[in-house]
């Protein structure tokens, strides 16, 4: 496996300029950048993103979910089921980090925030606007939970796709969006000769502080 790992090759991609002098002073604009750049350039899925957290002993967890917004205020929205094992953990420890890999072009984005549940109007328009898979899934809930025969869960899916079709505007109650405040925003552009470039955001009373870090 060590010789198999070793073999595989490590930043074999043409990387972007990342001039950080001409960096803005908000961290929100420099992502819109990133992120129109990505998609520009065909990066898979640039919108994933992992969500770590972490549990009542003290444990990380992480996986990954879909940013659903950056507002204004420069918040970032994701959602998810407030009885899950991620809905449970922020209830008890709100400090999360997200991060996001685009290999494509050697760039990651770190965030280091506290997260908190949108105003209920909003999660309900977040769920109606889901595709109607993820509508059903929603519904039937029980994320994380032991499944003991796969037969359940198909049939607690035939009878949610059954409650969608009856009633397009029903909504699952523990369907949440969440709102992350950040605290530290990183932008990290690789260079194949290691010279990695870390921008970070720091937030100091209203404004951000902009700090170069070591590779």
Known sequence: MRDLLRGLPVLAHPTPEFDVEAAPAEPTELFTAWLTGAIAAGVAEPHAMTLSTVDADGQPDARVLILKDLDADGNWHYATTSTSAKGRQVAANPRVALSFHWREQGRQIRVRGTARPAEPDVSRQDFLARPAGSRTASLVGRQSEVLTDRVELTEALAAARTRVAADPSVVSETHVVYVVRPDTIEFWQADPEREHI??????????????LLWP
């Not at 870390?198 to 700090?211: I, M, N």
């Open 198 to 211: 870390r921008l970070r955001y720091r937030r100091s009373g209203g404004t951000w502080a902009r700090e």
